[in-house]
């Protein structure tokens, strides 16, 4: 299996920005595509899941009701509206085999990353 998310770039706060993550391979439905993000020196912060199997999805308090996690056939989607600030990151897509998880160390594959950059 094999991820790449794109999609990054400056948004103004306020604004959307939509993250992909193309996924190569065959994922089972049970298989769980989570959305982390990362700011340069702090630890990685879980942002949202939905299983393969479109079952869920399920969000961090602090995307909840901003935030849209979605799959079309081997792409999973991060709508991502209103947008503040505090949403600057490195946008990671990532897949887990043994079911949904909010920790990083519990998926198994991870695209390489996206710079989201939203100006105030």
């Known amino acids: 299996v094999q991820l790449q998310a794109s999609g990054g770039g400056w948004v103004q706060a306020g604004g959307s920005r939509r993250l992909s993550c193309e996924v190569s391979?065959?994922?089972?439905?049970?298989?769980?595509m989570g959305w982390f993000r990362q700011v340069t020196g702090k630890e990685r912060e879980f942002v949202a899941w939905?299983?393969?199997?479109?079952?869920g999805p399920y969000y961090a308090d602090s995307v909840k009701g901003r935030f849209t996690v979605a799959r079309d056939q081997n792409t999973v989607y991060l709508q991502m509206n209103s947008l503040k600030p505090e949403d600057t990151a490195v946008y990671y897509c990532?897949?887990?085999?043994?079911?949904?998880?909010?920790?990083?160390?519990?998926?198994?594959?991870w695209g390489q990353g996206t710079q989201v950059t939203v100006s105030s």
């Open positions: 990532a897949l887990a085999r043994r079911g949904a998880s909010m920790r990083g160390d519990e998926y198994d594959y």
């Open positions: 939905i299983r393969w199997g479109t079952r």
């Open positions: 391979g065959r994922p089972y439905s049970s298989h769980v």
